[in-house]
C-alpha cells in the first residue's frame, strides 16, 4: 500500500495525522526502526530511540508531532499523529496476516456432544472435542485439540488455541483468546485435614467465568470455584504459566505478567498491573490501579487504590525503596558503629 | 432431600448429629453462608463467619455442638455436629453432579497399543493414544486426548483428566487423580557439561512412581529419575504449576501448593505443607511435618520434624520472624545511632 | 556384555581406559554406587562417595586413573578413565532403551495439511496436526497430539514429544528434543494502554527459532517476537515450566532450570546458567558465562563475562553474600548499639 493509503487508514483513529514527505511511496511491511529496510514502515515513540531518525532506511516513519524533522535524510517520509506507538499498534493490525488455526466449519474427526448449539461461522479444528450442551458462539475458533467438558460456553469470536481444556460448565465471553496448553476450571486445590494426617478431597462445584475481551497466556491454569465462580472480568490479560486458585476475582483491564501466583479467594481490583512471579497469599484484596512489582510477596490487603507494592512481605513502594536504601546503606551504619565505639572507649580513657 | 435425609446421612460420619428446628424442609443445594438462599444449606466453623447466623436465609446451617442458636430466625434450621467444616465436605460431596469426562467403555478414536491389559469397567475417551503393554486398573477413566507411552500403569479407580501426557514406565496408584495438562515422567534435567562448554544429554532411565490416592492438578510437571524412581507417596497432594525434579521422593500426605518447584533428588517427609512458590535447592531433605511458607527459598537440609521455615534462605519461622522485625526496625537503629553520635560529640566538646 | 566390551566401548571416548580386575564378568545395567548389585556397573567421580567403594556388590565401577583400589573385594572390577563421570553418561547412552513415542511413518490419523514436505525416516504419531508448508526433516519424530500450526519448520532428528504445539512460522533446529507440553511461539504478551484503562492487543508478528541440539523441557512456553525472532541459540538447555517472553535470545549452551521467567527483550549470553525460579526484568543484558543463582531477581544488565549473580535486586555473588552476612549480624549490631548507648550514658552521668 501507499503511505496515503496509511494516512488515511490512521486517519479512523487520529484528528490529525499529518504527511511529510512522498505520498506514493509503496509501504510492505512494518519493522524495527533499528532494522527497517526501504519499503518498510517503522515509528519513534520515545526519545532513546529519536538517534534513529537520522540514520534510519525505514520508507516510512511514524512520529509525534512535535518532533521535527526537516534535517532528515530524503529516502524517509514522516507520518506525525499524537500517538505514534498506538498508531503503530494500528499498523501491526492491518499488516498481520491472518493465522490459519482450523478451517471454517466443523472438521470431520472433531467429536460433538450431543445438545450443543453453534452460532454462525463456527470453526472447529481436527481432534477437537466438545462436550454435551456446550455452546459455540458466532464465528468463533476451536483449534484442533482443543477439549471442551460438557455445559461450556464460548463466547462470538473467541479463539481456543490448541489443546486449550475447558472443564465442565467454564463460562468464556466475547472475543476471547486462550493460548495453548492453558487448563480452565480445574478442581481447585481444596482439601479437608483429617485427624490422621490424611486428607478428605472436597468437591470443587463452581465454575470458571471469564469476561469479554479478555487474553490468557500459554500454559496458565485457572481453577474453579469451590461454590459460585472464579471470575476473570472484562479486559483483563493473564500472560503464560500464570496460575489463578479457586475463587479469585481478577478486575476489569487488569493484567498479570508471566508466572504469577494467585492463591484462593484473593480479589484484585480494575486496571491493576501484577509483575511477573508475583505471589499473593489467600483471601486479601487489593484495591483497583494498584501496582505490583514482580516477585513480590503480597501478604495482606491493600485498600488504597493506585499504590504501588513491592518486596516480601510487600509494603508500598516508597516504604520499601527506603528500606532498601537502609539495607544498602548498613555497611556505613556498621563502620559508623565501630567508629563510635572507638571514641567512646577513648573517652572513657581519659 | 429433607433436613432428615442430611441429619441420617451426616450420621455415618459421626456420633452425634443434633437438629434444631424442621427435618422436614427440602434442600436442594450447597451455598457460601453469605448467599445462601432458601432451600441451601450452608456452614459456620469459623468464629469469623458466626456474624451470619443471624442473618442468613439459608435453611439449614451447620454448626459446632457448642453453638447456641436459640435466638435465631425461624426461617433457618440446624444441625449440630463435632467438626461442621469436615460435615459441610461430605454433604458437598453428596450434592456433587458427577463430571462426565469419557463414557464406560472405550472410545472408538481410542488409540490401544499391544499387550494393552485393563480392568473392568473402564472408560477410555476419544482420541486417548495407550502404548504398548500399558495396564489400566478397574473404573479407571482415561479422558479424551490422554496419551500414555509404553509401559504405563494405571491403578484402580483413577482419572486422568483430558490431555495428561505419562511417559513410559510410569506407575500410578489407586484413587490418584491428574488434572489436565501436567506431564509424567519427561526427562530429568540432566546434562554433563563437556570441556568445549556445551553439554552431552544424560539418559534419564528411571521412572515415576505416583502411590495411591494422590492427586495432581493442572500443568504440573513431575520428571522421571536418572536411575531408580522419583517418587510421589501415598495421599499428597500437589497443585498446579508445581515442579518435581528427577529423583525427588515426596512423603505421604504432603501437600505441595502451585509453582513450587523441587529440584533434583530431594526427599521430603511425610504431611509436610510447601507454600506456593516456595523453592528447594537439590539433594537434600526435609523431616515430617515440616511446614514451608510460600516464596521461601530452601537452601539446606532440616531435620526436625514439625517445624515452620520461611524466607531466603529460609530458617526456622521464630529466627525469621525475629530477623524480620529486626528489619523493620532498621529506622529506629539507624536513628539511635545518629543520637549517639551527637550525644557523643556533646560529651567530646565538653 | 562383558567388562571387555565396555572398555572398548569407554576407548572410543578415552585415549586411556585402564582395567583392574575381570575383563569376562558380565554387566546387564547401570546403577546407582549405593544400590549397585552384581552383574551392574556404578561409577564415583565425587569424593563424597568414595567410601562406597569398598562395599558396594557393584561388579564394575569406573573411577579416575589416580584412585588405587588394591585394596577392594574380588567382587569389584574396575575401569579407569580420566573423567568417570562422562564416561558413565556415555554408557548410561549404551544402556539406554530407545522410547517409542511413534512407529516409523505416518500414523494413517495424522492430519498433513497442504505443501508438507518430509525428509527420510519422518515419524508422526496418532492424531498429530500439521499444518499447510510445514518442513519436517529426516529421521525427526512427531509424537502423538503434537500440533503444528502452518509454516513451522523442524530439523533432522528432531523428536517432539506428545502434546507440544508450535505456532505458525516456528523454526526448529537440528537434533532437538521438547518435551511434552511446551507451547512455542504463542503471542508475546503486548498490549497498548488506552486513555480509558482497557487495552489493544499487539499483533505479535514475529517468530521463535530454536537452533541445533536445544532441550527444552516439559510445559515451557516461548513466545514468538513482535517482530523478528525469539531466538533459542544451539545448544541451550531450558527446563520445565521456564517462561520466555518475546524477543529474547538465549545464547549458546546456556542452562536455564525449571520455572525461571525471562521477560521481553532480554539477551542471555553464551554458556550462562540461570537458576530455577530466577527472574528477569525486560529489556536488560547478561554477558556470557554469568551464573544467577536459584529466585535472585534480575533488575538491570551485567556486562561482566562469567561473574555469579544472587538476591534481589540480584548483585554479584561477593557483595550479595557480605551483605547477607551483615544482616544476619544484625543482632550483633543492635546489641552492639544497646551496649553504647548504656555506655554513654554512663560517661554523661560522671
Given at each position: ?345 577513648a573517652l572513657k580513657v581519659k
Amino acid at each position: 500500500m501507499t503511505i496515503k493509503d496509511i494516512q488515511n487508514y490512521l486517519g479512523q483513529f487520529f484528528d490529525s495525522v499529518e504527511l511529510q514527505g512522498s505520498a506514493e511511496w509503496l509501504i510492505s511491511a512494518p519493522a524495527k526502526i533499528e532494522t527497517a529496510q526501504k519499503g518498510e514502515v517503522s515509528f519513534v515513540a520515545n526519545e532513546k530511540y529519536a538517534k534513529y531518525l537520522s540514520t534510519t532506511e525505514a520508507s516510512l516513519v511514524i512520529v509525534h508531532h512535535s518532533v521535527s524533522v526537516d534535517e532528515f535524510s530524503h529516502t524517509t517520509s514522516f507520518l506525525k499523529v499524537s500517538d505514534p506507538y498506538t498508531a503503530f499498534v494500528f499498523l501491526l493490525q492491518k499488516f498481520a496476516t491472518p493465522r490459519m488455526i482450523a478451517a471454517k466449519g466443523i472438521a470431520p474427526t472433531a467429536v460433538i456432544g450431543e445438545g450443543v448449539t453453534m452460532g454462525e461461522g463456527v470453526s472447529i479444528g481436527a481432534y477437537a472435542v466438545i462436550g454435551d450442551r456446550c455452546s459455540i458462539g458466532s464465528n468463533a475458533v476451536i483449534a484442533p485439540h482443543v477439549v471442551l467438558l460438557h455445559d461450556v460456553s464460548v463466547g462470538d469470536d473467541t479463539v481456543l488455541f490448541p489443546s486449550v481444556t475447558c472443564y465442565d460448565g467454564t463460562v468464556i465471553g466475547k472475543r476471547v483468546v486462550i493460548h495453548s496448553g492453558s487448563v480452565i476450571g480445574a478442581d481447585g486445590f481444596g482439601f479437608a485435614p483429617q485427624k490422621d494426617g490424611s486428607y478428605v478431597k472436597i468437591p470443587q462445584m463452581g465454575i470458571v467465568e471469564i469476561g469479554d475481551d479478555v487474553e490468557i497466556g500459554a500454559n496458565a491454569t485457572l481453577d474453579r470455584a469451590t461454590m459460585g465462580s472464579t471470575v476473570i472480568a472484562r479486559g483483563a490479560k493473564i500472560d503464560n504459566l500464570v496460575q489463578i486458585a479457586h475463587n479469585c476475582r481478577i478486575g476489569e483491564d487488569t493484567v498479570i505478567a508471566a508466572q504469577a501466583g494467585i492463591s484462593g479467594s484473593v480479589t484484585i481490583g480494575r486496571q491493576c498491573i501484577v509483575g511477573g512471579q508475583a505471589g499473593f497469599a489467600g483471601h486479601l484484596e487489593l484495591a483497583d490501579g494498584i501496582k505490583v512489582a514482580a516477585q513480590a510477596g503480597i501478604s495482606k490487603s491493600f485498600y488504597e487504590p493506585g499504590i504501588s507494592l513491592r518486596g516480601y512481605p510487600a509494603q508500598p513502594m516508597r516504604d520499601q525503596l527506603k528500606h532498601e536504601a537502609m539495607l544498602r546503606n548498613l555497611g556505613a551504619m556498621k563502620a559508623k558503629l565501630d567508629r563510635l565505639e572507638t571514641e567512646l572507649q577513648a573517652l572513657k580513657v581519659k
